[in-house]
């Protein structure tokens, strides 16, 4: 596999800015950061498109799709559209981003298509510059993920990459996942705990990454020096409290200063101005607040900012307005409470990864804070306040990296680097990953199964026919820490007769430790692995699965002669 031999391209796809990092496997130390983008220098681009009048076509993107500032004239201008990544994960449905709906049902799908072909474009200029490298073929992409994200999410993220032509096909290895804080915990591991004199077995570390739409937690513990290697002690837990609810928030306040109906027709026809209003909170309040100023304020001027709001607001808005000469006083005490509202949420989460990993016979040596909203002085100051005493009782290190940012796709493209092929029995084409050792599960996951049913501990009403039920199967429980790409197979299942054609095995996942049955509450498909039988087939089946990053890779196999079914694993998706 020649593409395993050159380059590494790490697609850091965020809710509110994007980037990429790539590098040569012959000079792995020279990893670079793109910083040119359309219209900028930087390290990232802002997450936005701009469509033409139709939605159909990209006329600009990144920071080149961002709304400037507004005319005192109203103008007729597409909507930009942003924040599409959160309708991935759990988040409710209320609190997602309203999209055009000319986009389409699965407008979101279409906007983070679309986006990862225009970052294909720029990365495609940048690695062609080695001389004979095919983008098609010598091109491993690495491409970081919330901790939270589900199968199925990671499954519609290779569908959109393949139809944004990063890949020739949507199953292809060179597409390959990593979250982002085990990217950081890579990253801090190879670059931080040597200077501060922690590279050393058995230190447990925690990467707290604050990013735009999710924070995630996790607890990492250094299994090896030579090399370098790294297994979880606890669950990783992550929700959405990043640096943009503190946006919604914002918004939230000009509701109600202005009027529901007045924002909701902003938003409807000119998002632009709306955008242009959020992203001057930004770049005025948010980004330099450090909650040391008690006298701060900052007097948002509506006619200068969001001039169409005039038209909107009702007559007695208006009168209030007018004697404001449109100017909204936003207070110390207002940002604060922004601030706080979003950060107790991350501080309550690290208290309980912090409790978990002592639960598991593990002391924390250092707390590592990467992700954009990590930058913030004041996040940095209200986690090294409340964990003040555990700095003071046990050397607890808390420490923002000089890049936080950076901190993800550095650790993603060294993880890219230790790739390898691996001589697995069932998919030639698995990678090894030789720096992260194992994680542990968040889930329990099994089958389901046509058992026996029995009378004193199943109700009537689950007997299927005759004497048989549906039934759930464990195969490995929540919490247990599993070396990655370590197989759970079980043998023994058959086909009801030898006329039988195909055999399918549904897998499913459930937060719970135990479970009798496939649809009980919390009960999550997974996906489903399909298997066609020779005719007159009537011998035992060994099924099985792996944990790969974020990806499960099922197989089957004819326990006569040990041959592998020609199988397809489907992750459902709704």
């Not at 599960?441 to 004193?456: A, D, E, N, V």
């Not at 370590?486 to 135990?514: C, D, I, M, R, V």
């Not at 009798?516 to 996906?527: A, F, I, K, P, R």
Request: hydrophobic share 35%.
């Amino acid at each position: 596999m020649s593409w395993l031999r050159n380059i590494r391209v790490v697609v850091d796809f965020g809710t509110t800015y994007s980037g990429f990092t790539y590098c040569h496997v012959e000079n792995s130390k020279d990893i670079r950061t793109n910083d040119k983008w359309p219209g900028e220098v930087n390290l990232k681009t802002n997450t936005v498109l701009q469509y033409d009048s139709n939605f159909r076509n990209v006329v600009a993107w990144g920071n080149a799709a961002l709304s400037k500032r507004p005319n005192q004239r109203i103008r007729n201008e597409t909507r930009p559209v942003e924040l599409f990544k959160l309708y991935l994960g759990k988040l409710k449905q209320d609190l997602r981003p309203r999209l055009p709906v000319e986009l389409g049902s699965d407008g979101y799908k279409k906007a983070i298509t679309d986006y990862l072909r225009e970052l294909g474009v720029r990365i495609k200029e940048m690695v062609e510059k080695w001389e004979g490298v095919d983008f098609t073929e010598n091109v491993l992409f690495v491409l970081t993920v919330p901790a939270e994200y589900s199968e199925i999410d990671q499954d519609i993220m290779r569908k959109c990459a393949h139809k944004a032509n990063l890949i020739k096909d949507k199953d292809s290895p060179r597409l390959q996942f990593t979250t982002e804080p085990e990217a950081a915990a890579i990253y801090c591991m190879e670059s931080k705990l040597k200077e501060y004199d922690l590279l050393k077995a058995g230190t447990t570390f925690m990467i707290v990454d604050c990013g735009g739409g999710t924070v995630d937690l996790t607890t990492r513990k250094l299994n090896g020096i030579e090399p370098l290697q790294l297994g979880e002690v606890t669950e990783r837990i992550g929700d959405f409290c990043g640096s943009t609810f503190i946006d919604r928030l914002f918004v939230e306040f000009l509701r109600e200063k202005l009027g529901t109906s007045a924002i909701d027709l902003l938003i409807e026809n000119h998002y632009g101005q709306l955008q242009y209003m959020v992203q001057e909170f930004c770049r005025r309040v948010k980004e330099p607040f450090t909650g040391d100023n008690v006298l701060f304020r900052y007097d948002l001027d509506i006619e200068e900012n969001a001039p169409v709001l005039l038209q909107y607001v009702s007559k007695e808005v208006r009168e209030i307005m007018e004697e404001e000469e449109w100017l909204i006083e936003i207070t110390y005490h207002d940002v604060k409470y922004w601030f706080d509202h979003t950060i107790d949420r991350i501080i309550n989460m690290i208290h309980i990864q912090l409790s978990n990993s002592i639960n598991n016979g593990e002391t924390c040596s250092a707390m590592f804070l990467v992700g954009g909203f990590s930058e913030s002085k004041y996040l940095q100051k209200r986690i090294k306040q409340e964990f003040q005493k555990e700095n003071e009782e046990n050397k607890f290190k808390i420490i923002p990296p000089n890049q936080p940012i950076a901190a993800i796709v550095r650790g993603a493209a060294m993880y890219g680097l230790s790739l390898k092929n691996s001589s697995n029995a069932h998919r030639m084409d698995k990678l090894k990953r030789s720096v992260i050792r194992s994680r542990t599960l968040k889930f329990t996951y099994g089958i389901k199964i046509l058992g026996k049913w029995k009378s004193h501990l199943h109700p009537l009403s689950r007997r299927v026919f005759d004497d048989r039920i549906h039934l759930f199967e464990p195969f490995v429980k929540r919490g247990v820490e599993v070396e990655v790409d370590k197989e759970f197979p079980k043998s023994g299942y058959k086909p009801l007769n030898s006329s039988q054609k195909a055999l399918k095995f549904e897998l499913y996942k459930t937060t719970k430790h135990n479970a009798t049955y496939h649809d009980e509450d919390g009960m999550e498909l997974v996906g489903t692995l399909r298997i066609l039988l020779p005719n007159g087939f009537n011998h035992s089946i060994t099924f099985g699965f792996s944990f790969g990053q974020m990806e499960i890779t099922a197989f089957a196999q004819n326990e006569a002669n040990g041959q592998n079914f020609h199988t397809k694993f489907d992750v459902n998706e709704p």
